[in-house]
């Protein structure tokens, strides 16, 4: 056994965005001294964040946004000193098909589409469902008693189906590729049940509530997403960079148990997989290899995970011949069970007009570059169409542009990505699954979880949360020597 007289060793097992925030997080408190081990299973790092070469430049076939209201990453661009990088949407607005039309997504007046007024919903829902939405303060005061409910069940009872089908349903489908009717209310809007806990019971009036105020005359509302120029991938290579630490790809860890002192990993080939003794582990894996690394040491955590569904997608990466007439939109959602003039139902759940969305992937390149378009496929549960070829969904996904937009020319370049159980689904009781894995992690020293089935899906929640829990997993370290052993085959 080799010892050393350097600081902790710490590994983390996950190289996406959450992982590499964490081992980041771990150096800057940890110091130079500290060891740590990145371990990937994959052969890249970045995990749902990919940039592709892709007509004529780095395209983000993964994410490709994230929130510059919350402060985390924006924050992190900061300290990484990659700012330079950061660019807004142009003013171009997403617009959502629904009832056989296409329309403007409301600018404002809504939480992710729950009215705070009838105003904000006029020109998305029919005559009856705005009545609907006039009457719902009427309605017998709704009471959580510190529960949870299924929030598309509760709009339903609230304000009818129509608004859940046409506006809430497609916009947390493009977030979370789930259904409104599967997802927990606490979980994915938090800050609107403490608002109808705290208010009269009406969910219109608690969403009225949380509206920012209106723009005085000549006052520009402030952006709500961010990108980097040259694709979020950017942030992943600072990150490595800083974070300063060993990485191994492809490399799944296949057991995770209590060492002698501290934890013992073992990952690689089956057969004969290394093992690493280290001081500290934080986990930023999907919840199926949570469940599975944390079944002997963290039993009732692993039973946790279990709860935790995932969905998987599809993103379809078009590039179209200069001059096609893309709307002037930043794109458009899809509510499930829109059909084409034809009676066919669309494949897509979303598309994103990503030249008329972001300047440098429109206006600001050169006027012979393509045009640049991602078609998003995939619900929870939509298996047979996760299934087919990219034969079959590239030509899926051109056939329901065309339907949106006439554009039929064929594409100069096209590419499918596929994201195997990408997104973890914030179901009813997702808190409280959340809780009960911090619950038992917290009882082991040494050992902390992150990642996208906590605090939120998006880039600014998994900074957010890695931040934390590296945090929290370096002051349980000291700077004494480590006893842990090296790496061994």
Request: hydrophobic fraction near 45%; glycine fraction near 12%.
């Amino acid at each position: 056994m080799t010892r050393t007289t350097l600081g902790p060793h710490v590994a983390v097992v996950g190289g996406g965005v959450s992982g590499l925030t964490a081992a980041y997080e771990l150096r800057r408190l940890l110091g130079r001294s500290a060891r740590i081990t990145v371990l990937e299973q994959s052969r890249r790092l970045g995990g749902k964040l990919a940039t592709a070469q892709f007509g004529g430049g780095a395209f983000d076939v993964g994410a490709e946004a994230f929130l510059v209201r919350r402060p985390e990453v924006v924050q992190l661009l900061t300290e990484l000193g990659a700012t330079d990088d950061l660019v807004n949407p142009t003013s171009a607005g997403p617009t959502v098909r629904a009832g056989g039309r296409t329309v403007a997504l409301p600018a404002a007046g809504t939480v992710q589409g729950v009215p705070g007024s009838v105003e904000s919903v006029r020109h998305v829902l029919s005559p009856q469902a705005l009545a609907r939405v006039a009457g719902e303060p009427d309605a017998p005061p709704l009471r959580l008693d510190g529960g949870d409910v299924s929030l598309g069940e509760m709009l339903r009872a609230r304000f009818g189906s129509e608004l859940t089908d046409r506006l809430v349903d497609p916009m947390l489908g493009g977030v979370y590729a789930g259904s409104a009717d599967r997802l927990g209310l606490r979980a994915t809007m938090p800050a609107l049940a403490k608002a109808i806990e705290d208010g009269d019971g009406s969910v219109l009036h608690a969403a009225a509530g949380l509206l920012p105020p209106a723009p005085q005359p000549g006052q520009v509302r402030p952006p709500v997403f961010g990108t980097l120029r040259g694709g979020l991938i950017r942030l992943i290579d600072r990150l490595a960079e800083a974070a300063g630490a060993t990485v191994r790809l492809g490399l799944p860890v296949h057991a995770l148990t209590r060492g002698d002192v501290g934890w013992r990993l073992a990952f690689g080939a089956v057969p004969s997989p290394e093992l690493l003794e280290v001081d500290a582990v934080l986990l930023a894996v999907p919840p199926p290899a949570a469940r599975r690394l944390l079944s002997v040491a963290a039993p009732a955590a692993s039973a946790a995970y279990g709860a935790i569904d995932v969905a998987s997608t599809v993103v379809v990466s078009l590039a179209l011949p200069p001059g096609s007439s893309l709307p002037d939109a930043s794109g458009v959602l899809i509510a499930k069970g829109e059909r084409h003039d034809d009676g066919t139902p669309f494949t897509a759940k979303a598309f994103t007009f990503s030249s008329r969305k972001w300047e440098h992937l429109g206006a600001g390149r050169e006027s012979s570059a393509p045009l640049l378009v991602r078609g998003s496929i995939g619900r929870f549960g939509e298996i047979e169409t996760m299934q087919r070829d990219d034969e079959e969904l590239i030509a899926s996904v051109r056939a329901d542009l065309a339907e949106l937009t006439g554009i039929r020319a064929d594409p100069v370049e096209s590419l499918v990505t596929r994201w195997g159980g990408a997104l973890p689904q914030y179901g009813v009781g997702h808190v409280e699954v959340v809780r009960r894995i911090r619950a038992e992690v917290a009882c082991l020293a040494g050992l902390e979880v992150a990642g996208a089935s906590f605090d939120g899906i998006g880039l600014a929640a998994c900074v957010g949360g890695a931040r934390s829990a590296a945090a929290a997993l370096a002051s349980g370290l000291t700077s004494a020597p480590s006893p842990a052993e090296a790496v061994r085959g």
